[in-house]
Every structure is written in C-alpha cells, then in structure tokens.
C-alpha cells in the first residue's frame, strides 16, 4: 500500500537545496506512494516543477497540503513557522542536529511526532547521509576560509599559499573525518601549510602517510592551543554523532591569534568546536571576535545547491522507500524497522530515543533514561 511524501521548499535564510530530485522522486511514485511537491521547491537547484511532474510528482502550491503528507522529507530542521505543522501521525525525516536546537527539539517533544534525522543515521562505512554534506561543506571550507583571509573582507592579508621566499599560511583542521578531511586537501591544494588535529591516532597516521595534512597534533586542548597561536586559518569539524559538538579550541586560544585571522566553524551545526563560534546565516556569514574573523554558517552545502541537492538527494532516496515502506506496513517506529534507518530516529511519540541526543538534553526530565538507542 503507498503512502504519501511531501517534499515542501526550504525555508531557512538562502537555502537553496532540496531534498529530492526528480530522479529521487521517480523511485518512489514507481513504488506506488504519492509523492507531494511544492511547487517550485526545485527551482534553486535547477528542477523545475515540469521535471517533477514527469515523474510522477503531484505538485501543489499549498505549503500545508504537502506537510499533510504522512512522511515529509526535507533538507535543514523545520524553522519556527513550520513547527505548527508537526502532528503526532506524521514523520519527518531531515537534518535536525538536536544538541543545538533546544526549540525545536520542544515542539518535537510535545506534538508527539516521530523525528529521523539525516545526520545520526549510521551505516557500517559512517554517517551515509551526513557524509556527502560534510564533503561539500569541507571543500567549501577551504575556498570561503582563504577568501575570507583577503584584506578586502577584513582579513590579515595572507595568501595560503605564500610565495617564493615567504612561507605559506598555516591551517589547522580540528577533526579529521569527512568534512576536515576535505578541508585539508582544499588547503593543501592551494599549498598552505596544513595541520591536523584529532582524538583518533589511527586517522591521524593515515592522513598524515596519505599526505593529506603536513603535521599531525593529538587533540589536547592545551597543546592545540600552540598550533592556535600561530594559524592564519582555523576550520573546526569535530563530531560526536547527535552529542553537542566537543569544544577544543578556548575563547582564550582564539584571542591569542593574530588580528585578521579566520575561523570557519563548520562544527556550529552541533553548536561548534570553537568557544566563540555562533551560528551565522549564507546572508551575513561572518562576525569579528578578538581580531579575528568569524565564519560560522549552518548551511554551507546551501550556497552550492546543484552539487549538493544531486549528492543528498542520491543518499536519502534509498533509506527513504524503507522509511516510507516501514510507515506503509506500520513498522516505523518499532523494533522491526528496517536495519537501513539504523541511529536516524531521534524523537518517537514525545521521547529522546537517540542516546547522543539525549544526552544533550538530560535537562529535559522526559529524555532522561528514555534512550532506546
Ligand atoms: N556547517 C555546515 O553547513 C555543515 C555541513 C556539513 C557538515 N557539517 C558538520 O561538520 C561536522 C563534521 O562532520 P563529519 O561528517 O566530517 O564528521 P565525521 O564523523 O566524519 O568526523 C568527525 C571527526 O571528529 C573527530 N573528533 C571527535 N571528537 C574530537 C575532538 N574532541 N577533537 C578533535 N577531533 C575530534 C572524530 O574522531 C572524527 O574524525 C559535523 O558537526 C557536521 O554536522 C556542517
């Protein structure tokens, strides 16, 4: 029996993506669920409504009708004007990133919805949803941290890459998973001098054999914090899967750097890595905190919605026909769900069922205890 999917536009400031491209779409409707499109959803990543009626969309202009679906899937976490739409028989499936969203992760609680989020959800190679994201983000991250580093944007000055006789910018990259590991070539490829900084010794050896970073550093605030001092650039990309993200560089550390240098915190998601991080929007990115520049986006893949729409859309398509078979059968949410939503389900029927999330709210006397993950 099919069921219906709403694919509503995206709301958050400059967001672009969509969640589903028309390929995506065409997998489920072939699979006999109804899929809702509002119309114009596709068109900042370059799908047009046409495309989505060709496979097999239905397209309507009523935001509400869509969030009447039985599942709706979309990119970022529902903003404040969405939350009215959340029922305690529908089933949303997107980016979340709980820890930093307290609000959110109330109006969740309190409408009884089931919530699966993109960025918890684990295969045996990782994070499958989160991970393309990460790639884009960290690629990104190299680009925007070295423009930002121009003295047009406020920045101290420096190339990354130096020239003959004067040495290359110095980077430091906290995390070395998908997202710093993106980084780090995006900086290398412009041939600044690139440390890494991880808990994990392992990928530190790796990366370090692979070439992807010039110098390694365990992840040791105090001895961070002499890499700190001297960084041009600072990407910050540490994770703990659903957990408020780990903060390793200090407001101190920041305020020892040299005026004009960049932070690029794309760990702000989970509520950032760095002490003086806050989240900042794709329309007025930066802020400036003890000298030094601050690029603190929660939407970075937003700005490049063509690739990352493609990229996200490929990931989720496949883990959403098991979301929507699961609800069609009456499993979601049960401990017969398919294995292929492993980690995603974070809130079911007003409960924290996801243990890093949970953790992140043991001030919430509803959460506390009530993991089943
Ligand atoms: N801002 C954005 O637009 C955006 C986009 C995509 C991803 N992200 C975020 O980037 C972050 C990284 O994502 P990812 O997919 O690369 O994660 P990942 O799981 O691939 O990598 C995380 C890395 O952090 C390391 N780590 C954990 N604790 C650490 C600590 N205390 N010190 C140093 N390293 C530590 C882990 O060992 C791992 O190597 C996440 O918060 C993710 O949500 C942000």
Redesign the pocket.
């Known amino acids: 029996m099919g069921i219906t999917i709403g694919l509503p536009a995206e709301t958050k400031q400059g967001e672009r993506r969509v969640a589903l491209s028309p390929s995506a779409v065409h997998s489920q409707t072939e699979r006999g669920h109804r899929v809702l499109v509002q119309a114009g959803a596709g068109d900042g990543a370059g799908f047009s409504d046409t495309d989505y009626k060709a496979a097999g969309a239905d397209l309507l202009p009523d935001v509400g009708e869509i969030w009447g679906a039985d599942v709706v899937v979309k990119v970022k976490e529902p903003q404040p004007e969405e939350y009215r739409y959340f029922r305690s028989d529908l089933v949303l499936f997107a980016f979340l990133?709980l820890a930093a969203e307290p609000e959110l992760t109330d109006a969740l609680l309190d409408s009884g919805i089931n919530a699966y989020a993109f960025?918890t959800l684990g295969d045996r190679h990782?994070?499958p949803l989160?991970?393309p994201?990460?790639e884009?983000?960290?690629r990104a991250a190299a680009i925007v941290g070295a423009a930002q580093l121009s003295a047009v944007t406020g920045g101290s000055g420096t190339l990354m890459g130096g020239a003959a006789g004067v040495p290359p910018a110095k980077a430091l990259v906290?995390?070395?998973?998908?997202?710093?590991t993106m980084a780090a070539r995006g900086m290398r490829g412009l041939d600044a001098h690139v440390t890494g900084?991880?808990?994990?010794l392992g990928?530190l050896y790796d990366h370090k054999l692979a070439g992807i970073v010039d110098a390694t550093q365990v992840?040791e605030t105090k001895l961070v914090g002499e890499h700190v001092v001297d960084a041009d650039l600072v990407v910050g990309?540490?994770?703990?899967?659903g957990a408020k993200?780990?903060t390793?560089i200090t407001e101190e550390q920041v305020a020892s750097m040299r005026p004009g240098s960049v932070v690029v915190d794309?760990?702000?998601?989970?509520g950032g890595?760095i002490a003086t991080a806050r989240p900042t929007s794709l329309g007025d990115p930066t802020y400036t905190e003890h000298g030094v520049l601050h690029y603190c986006?929660?939407?970075?893949?937003g700005q490049f919605p063509r690739t990352a729409s493609a990229a996200l859309s490929a990931a989720v398509a496949p883990r959403l026909l098991r979301l929507a078979d699961d609800v069609a059968a009456g499993r979601a949410g049960t401990v017969e769900e398919s294995p292929a939503l492993t980690g995603a389900r974070n809130v079911n029927d007003g409960v924290i069922v996801h243990e890093g999330v949970a953790e992140a709210f043991t001030d919430r006397p509803h959460a506390v205890g009530r993991t089943e993950e």
């Open positions: 990133h960025e990782g994070l989160l991970a994201m990460s884009i983000a960290g906290i995390g070395l998973g998908v997202a710093g900084v991880d808990v994990d990928r992840s990309a540490a994770l703990v899967p993200a780990p390793v794309l760990a702000i998601d989970q890595c986006v929660t939407n970075v893949p």
